[in-house]
């Protein structure tokens, strides 16, 4: 096969994708790792949406086995109706956009998105880590504000937990790439053309390397 | 791709909530605000499947800001479920609008290029 312009910088090819990622010996980014973390973020944004409906008044009542009415006494608590005023839209919808976020953001890109699409990577880690975790505690503190608890909010608040033991290995071996390319080469320039998915000879042979 | 196809069922959607949360006719700046974004995400989705444009797809990023912040504004609290439709179909858009065309592949200053 002939030589590309860019095979300096690797040349890589629809079949080099699914290679373990370093210092890993699995792939962060394999499907199998990101499927279930969209369909667990997607049902999260199913769980939410239906909360949203009973703050938009679209159907009457919350089901909750077991805290009965108190899922509805937080959906209509004052710290919910105070993030409505200030969202324009019921608290729960916000939170199914950011569940949704979770699972485009886990299905964009390839199955070796930690070396060629770092900004994707760390923005899906943002999403889900700081983001995510920050937003189930702060379900969990609305039951001690409001004095009553939500079964779907906190079944929401276990997903976004869960999501976090899913996603926190892609972001390392994203970042950890990131360190190496930067060991190597001491260019921030270079270092900030690879995160946002440039390639160069420098950042190919780190990602040849084997560590 | 399917970012692009994405933005363009945005862009269908856009188009039909006027009448699906009956704007009033005499509420000229909401109907426009939302046939005109419609018809923008369409263009700006259509023309970035074309290679030479295939980063126009960022334009849509600025259409969901302006979306979310008419919503915002012109809604108002309570906002009226058309102003809530346009804050969050905005944010639906701006998911989709940051995801490059073709990203399940190398980007191509990775790619092998003969």
């Not at chain 1, 920050?134 to 976004?160: E, K, N």
């Not at chain 2, 363009?8 to 005109?36: K, Q």
Request: hydrophobic share 55%; charged share 15%; glycine share 8%.
């Amino acid at each position: 096969m002939r030589a590309g312009r860019n095979d300096a910088n690797g040349g890589w090819q629809d079949s080099d994708l699914d290679v373990p990622a370093p210092p890993f010996d699995r792939n962060p980014s394999a499907w199998s790792q990101r499927v279930p973390v969209s369909v667990l973020a997607a049902l999260g944004a199913l769980i939410a949406a239906y909360m949203a409906l009973y703050q938009w008044d679209r159907i009457g009542g919350v089901w909750d086995p077991v805290f009965g009415a108190g899922s509805e006494s937080v959906l209509d608590s004052q710290v919910a109706s105070r993030l409505d005023r200030w969202l324009r839209v019921p608290d729960a919808a916000f939170g199914a956009w950011g569940y949704l976020s979770e699972a485009v953001l886990g299905l964009a890109g390839s199955t070796r998105r930690w070396q060629f699409r770092p900004w994707m990577v760390v923005l899906f880690g943002i999403d889900v880590i700081p983001l995510g975790g920050a937003s189930a505690v702060l379900v969990v503190l609305q039951g001690f504000v409001v004095g009553s608890w939500c079964l779907p909010c906190l079944v929401t608040a276990a997903i976004s937990i869960a999501l976090i033991f899913f996603a926190w290995d892609e972001v390392w071996a994203s970042v950890a790439f990131l360190y190496r390319v930067w060991k190597r080469t001491r260019s921030a320039r270079v270092v900030w053309r690879t995160f946002w998915g440039v390639g160069s000879p420098e950042a190919a042979a780190v990602a040849l390397e084997r560590s | 791709m399917w970012a692009r196809v994405s933005e363009i069922f945005v862009a269908a959607w856009m188009a039909m909530s006027p009448f699906l949360f009956g704007h009033f006719p005499s509420d000229r700046a909401r109907w426009w605000n939302d046939l005109v974004a419609a018809a923008a995400i369409l263009l700006v989705s259509t023309l970035s499947l074309w290679p030479p444009l295939r980063r126009l797809h960022l334009v849509n990023v600025a259409v969901a800001a302006w979306l979310i912040g008419f919503g915002w504004l012109a809604g108002g609290h309570p906002a009226p479920p058309a102003s809530q439709n346009e804050i969050l179909t905005g944010l639906v858009l701006l998911l989709f609008a940051i995801v490059p065309n073709d990203a399940s592949r190398p980007p191509r200053g990775w790619r092998r290029t003969d």
